[in-house]
């Protein structure tokens, strides 16, 4: 059998280089393989044909850039409510006293035309909204004359009754602080509240009317 050829021996030489276009960045890569013992000719020609690559390779990128910046393709549609998401959100408004117009209203959007996640945003927020009309105890509503069990009337806010009242001052577009300051006119913390202050309060935010809707008024303290 004869001998298996013998490559020449080669060296290589890979040089990267990272562009800033914009606001993107693009790492290229030239590989130069030139023999062992190349002279300086042939090493020059290489290095030369190599930076007219990373040249042509740039100018290619800029152009393709560009020109999706110029006509960037179009935002897929938003996916539309379905029947049950519908179906959940008047039920669950049914529960706290609304309509599904004046719930999703409430929230910052119309029936007509809601999306799949606007409508979960809608379900989040009557969930939660359910939830305080469940947490207030016995006698504590605001205008309501029977006492208050002395037993739990001074005792620390539930983690159930803090949840109720964030979601209704979400449902609301309150602050929670505005909604203590303004139901019981004192500027406490909400974990520092007392049970019958936060029953006291969960009564007063459900019987509060919606508010029109305010996107800054939403934002918690």
């Given at each position: 059998?004869g001998?298996?050829?013998?490559?020449?021996?080669?060296?290589?030489?890979?040089?990267?280089?990272?562009?800033?276009?914009?606001?993107?960045?693009?790492?290229?890569?030239e590989?130069?393989?030139?023999?062992?013992?190349?002279?300086?000719?042939?090493?020059?020609?290489?290095?030369?044909?190599?930076l007219?690559?990373?040249q042509?390779?740039?100018?290619?990128i800029?152009?393709q850039?560009?020109?999706i910046?110029?006509?960037?393709?179009?935002?897929?549609?938003?996916k539309?409510?379905?029947?049950?998401?519908?179906s959940?959100?008047?039920?669950l408004?049914?529960?706290?006293?609304?309509?599904?117009?004046?719930?999703?209203?409430t929230c910052?959007?119309?029936?007509?035309?809601?999306?799949?996640?606007?409508?979960?945003?809608?379900?989040?927020?009557?969930?939660?909204?359910?939830?305080?009309?469940?947490?207030?105890?016995?006698?504590?509503?605001?205008?309501?004359?029977?006492?208050?069990?002395?037993?739990?009337?001074?005792?620390?806010i539930?983690?159930?009754?803090?949840?109720?009242?964030?979601?209704?001052?979400?449902?609301?577009?309150?602050?929670?602080?505005?909604?203590?300051d303004?139901?019981?006119?004192?500027?406490?913390?909400?974990?520092h509240?007392?049970q019958?202050?936060?029953?006291?309060?969960?009564?007063?935010?459900?019987a509060?009317?919606?508010?029109?809707?305010?996107?800054?008024?939403?934002?918690q303290?």
């Amino acid at each position: 059998m004869g001998k298996a050829a013998q490559h020449p021996a080669t060296v290589t030489r890979v040089m990267r280089a990272s562009i800033k276009i914009g606001h993107d960045f693009l790492t290229l890569e030239e590989s130069v393989v030139l023999p062992v013992g190349a002279n300086d000719a042939a090493i020059a020609e290489a290095v030369a044909t190599g930076l007219r690559i990373f040249q042509a390779q740039q100018s290619a990128i800029e152009e393709q850039i560009s020109g999706i910046r110029a006509n960037p393709p179009a935002p897929r549609s938003p996916k539309p409510a379905t029947a049950n998401q519908i179906s959940f959100i008047e039920r669950l408004a049914g529960n706290v006293g609304h309509s599904i117009a004046s719930a999703v209203e409430t929230c910052g959007f119309v029936v007509e035309g809601l999306t799949s996640d606007q409508a979960s945003r809608v379900i989040d927020l009557l969930k939660l909204a359910e939830i305080g009309t469940d947490a207030a105890p016995a006698g504590t509503a605001v205008d309501s004359d029977e006492p208050v069990p002395a037993s739990r009337a001074t005792q620390p806010i539930t983690e159930q009754q803090g949840r109720a009242i964030t979601a209704l001052c979400q449902v609301k577009h309150l602050t929670i602080q505005h909604a203590i300051d303004e139901h019981l006119g004192q500027n406490i913390a909400l974990e520092h509240l007392t049970q019958q202050q936060a029953g006291s309060l969960i009564a007063a935010l459900n019987a509060r009317p919606p508010a029109a809707y305010n996107p800054a008024t939403t934002r918690q303290k």
